[in-house]
């Protein structure tokens, strides 16, 4: 049993921080609230999201998993205007997700679990370096590397206590230096990997221009990138594998 009440801006901004890396994922229906875990077909960029009970208007469940298409799922959500609120409820003999939204009703037809790429294990991993930074510094940052390269370098400058973003092309480059007085926080450590752009430009869409975003960083080492949405009431974690450079 699943049934919930929930506004489309946060049931949308949920949605967007998984499909930026997967078309289709498993959702676990807990009694604290919604939980997807997903990796993209290249094992390359990772995502984990939680959007708790509160975040919803109503919610009902005695636990359990489907699996569903997310850009069918999107478009229904799409269709509701911000502030509208979206109903949903999994009709256990059809095995479909009833989708209400003031007025318009549909179905989605949901997809066996069990034929879903199976759900990642989250590595251990102690990263020295800490930054806290917001949204629109990774969003000029991500631009600013755009402009030049396919891939972009994040580091930590302990002597300088700086935060980094290096992306060299073959011609041109960009180089964003921000210092802890520019940061919201920042706890220094041997740090500096090289990422590949299109990953990063994807996670950025799903991140608030205002939102705070914790990244964890170490040398040659995958980034994990933490933020908030839905009012804090959801957090998502993306885990992004480094490009190794070669001597």
Known sequence: ???????????????????????????????????????????????DLHLGVDAFESYETDDGQIGVNLSRLEEFVGMATSGQLVRLELDEETRKLRIQIEGLEG??????PESIR??????????????????????RAVKA???VSDHIALGVDPDAESFYVEAEGDTDDVHLTLDREELIDLVEGDARSLFSLDYLKDMNKAINKDAEVKLELGQEFPVKLHFDIA?????????????IQSD
Request: hydrophobic letters at 50%; proline letters at 5%.
């Open 145 to 147: 590397a755009d402009m």
């Open 231 to 243: 009012e804090a009431q959801g957090q998502v974690t993306y885990m992004l594998a480094p490009r």
């Open 1 to 47: 049993m699943f049934q919930a009440i929930v506004s489309a801006d946060t049931l949308g901004a949920a949605l967007d921080s998984v499909s930026v890396l997967v078309d289709e994922c498993k959702i676990n229906l807990t009694e604290e609230g919604l939980a997807i875990r997903a990796v993209d077909p290249a094992n390359v960029g990772m995502v």
């Open 107 to 112: 179905t989605l037809a949901l997809i066996d």
């Open 118 to 139: 199976k759900e990642p294990e989250i590595p251990e991993l102690e990263l020295p370096a800490t930054i806290v930074v917001e949204g629109t510094d990774i969003d």
